[in-house]
C-alpha cells in the first residue's frame, strides 16, 4: 500500500504539471479529471472514503462537465 | 440529442444512479457520504435526464417552478431544524427534541438524517441548475 501511494503521488505530480504546459484546452481539461481520479483514489487510500467519493462525484463529474461546455461556448459552437 | 441508444440505455441507468444516491444520503450518518456527496450524484441523474431528453421534455416533469419550490422548502425546513437545535441544545431549556433511537438503525442519530435530507434536495437542485445555465443560459 505504502508503494502504491507513491506511485499515484508521482502520476498526481506528472498531471498537475502536464496541465499547465498542455496548449491544448481540450487535453488539459480531460488531464485534470484524471488529476480528479487520481486525488479519488488517493483519499480513499488516505483512509478518508467520504471525500473520496465528493471528490469523484464533484471534481471528475461536475467540474469536467462545466469546463466541457464552456470550453464549447468559448470556442462558438452551436451544439 | 435525437438518440435511440442513448434514450434506451439511460431510461435504465437513471433509476440506479438515483438509488445510489438516495442510499448515499440515507446512510449518511452511517458511511461515508451524506448530504453533499449523494445530492450531487442525485443531481448528476437530473444532468443526465436533461442532456438525453431535450428541453422541452424535461420542462414537462422537472420544471422550474416544481424545483425552485422543492429546493426553497428544504432551505426553509433546514434553517428551521437546525436554528431549534443550536437554541435547544446547550442551553438547558426543556423542549422536546428529536429521539436519538437505537445506534447503527437508519432512524436514529437525531438531527442528522432530516438535515442530511435537506441539504441533498438543495445541492442536487443547484447542480443542475448550473448545469442548465452553462449549457443552455436558460433554466
Known amino acids: 500500500m505504502q508503494m502504491f501511494g507513491i506511485i499515484i503521488l508521482l502520476f498526481l505530480i506528472g498531471a498537475s504539471i502536464a496541465v499547465s504546459v498542455i496548449k491544448d484546452l481540450l487535453g488539459a481539461i480531460i488531464v485534470f479529471m484524471v488529476y480528479s481520479l487520481l486525488m479519488a483514489i488517493l483519499w480513499q487510500q488516505l483512509n478518508a472514503p467520504d471525500l473520496a467519493i465528493t471528490e469523484a462525484a464533484v471534481g471528475a463529474g461536475i467540474t469536467t462537465l462545466l469546463f466541457v461546455l464552456t470550453l464549447k461556448k468559448i470556442r462558438g459552437e452551436n451544439k | 440529442m435525437h438518440n435511440t441508444i442513448l434514450k434506451e440505455i439511460s431510461k435504465i441507468i437513471i433509476p440506479f444512479i438515483q438509488i445510489f444516491g438516495l442510499y448515499v444520503i440515507f446512510h449518511g450518518h452511517l458511511s461515508p457520504g451524506g448530504?453533499?456527496?449523494g445530492g450531487t450524484i442525485l443531481g448528476t441523474s437530473l444532468i443526465l435526464y436533461r442532456m438525453v431528453y431535450e428541453r422541452e421534455r424535461t420542462r414537462e416533469k422537472l420544471s422550474y417552478?416544481?424545483?425552485m419550490t422543492c429546493m426553497c422548502g428544504a432551505l426553509i425546513i433546514y434553517g428551521i431544524l437546525k436554528g431549534y437545535s443550536f437554541i435547544t441544545?446547550?442551553?438547558?431549556i426543556?423542549?422536546?427534541?428529536?429521539?436519538?433511537?437505537k445506534p447503527g438503525n437508519i432512524l436514529s442519530g437525531g438531527y442528522l438524517l432530516p438535515l442530511n435530507m435537506a441539504v441533498g434536495i438543495i445541492v442536487s437542485v443547484t447542480v443542475y441548475f448550473f448545469f442548465s445555465l452553462f449549457y443552455e443560459g436558460e433554466i
Not at chain 2, 89 to 92: L, N
Not at chain 2, 94 to 101: A, E, S
Open chain 2, 35 to 37: 448530504g453533499f456527496a
Open chain 2, 65 to 67: 417552478k416544481k424545483l
Open chain 2, 89 to 92: 441544545g446547550g442551553s438547558h
Open chain 2, 94 to 101: 426543556d423542549l422536546p427534541q428529536l429521539p436519538l433511537g
